[in-house]
């Protein structure tokens, strides 16, 4: 019997039975079918390269490495999914637990009003108008520009220039500066 007619016959006895114990190990049809393939594939290549004493005891030892190959694979999706969903979840946690500790009463405590305050006291003149009406008078940046007669982009400046000052003051109420920020 020659290489071909005795992989052909390796092929239709095994081929059902090595698909089907591939998937008493990997748990997905499409998976075993694909390691049966490639596992068939594989010895046919070998066959052609070299003489097989025993080419079904080789096709078992290949279709063996390809299932592990193919579960470790999927051990590592599952790690790199669960680490995922690990920071997902605590992620989630945080913004739960911050929203439930949020207190809308805070933001009109009188010492986040002493804060606003002096760090609005602190910035220049221009600065502190413009932040002003954008955010007390609800001004669009075109009213603001005009009103004060500079440019849009000089609202833009002062607006982020109070922004980072604001930012650095009311560090410790992060929902006070996003207020103000948005």
């Known amino acids: ?23 008493l190990y990997v748990r997905d049809n499409y998976a075993a079918e ?26 078992l030892v290949i279709m063996k490495n390809k299932s592990l190959d193919y ?9 790199a999914l669960e680490a995922f969903s690990t920071k997902k979840q605590a992620e989630l946690n945080i913004r739960i637990s911050t929203l439930e500790a949020f207190s809308p009463e805070n933001i009109f405590s009188d010492e986040i009003r002493t804060i606003l305050s002096n760090t609005l006291n602190s910035m220049s003149a ?22 004060l ?12 220039k109070a922004l980072k000052v604001l930012r650095v003051a009311l560090k410790d109420y992060l929902s006070v500066f996003i207020l103000l920020s948005i």
């Open 1 to 23: 019997m020659n290489k071909l007619e005795l992989f052909n016959d390796i092929y239709s006895k095994y081929y059902r039975r090595l698909s089907k114990f591939a998937w």
């Open 34 to 59: 694909d390691i049966a393939t490639e596992s068939m594939v594989k010895l046919w290549e070998t066959m052609n390269a070299e003489e097989v004493e025993n080419p079904l005891a080789l096709l």
């Open 71 to 79: 579960l470790r694979g999927q051990e590592v999706k599952a790690k």
């Open 126 to 147: 221009q600065t502190r108008r413009v932040f002003m009406m954008s955010r007390f008078e609800s001004k669009s940046g075109k009213e603001i520009a005009e009103k």
């Open 149 to 160: 007669n500079i440019t849009v982009k000089g609202v833009d400046f002062h607006i982020s």
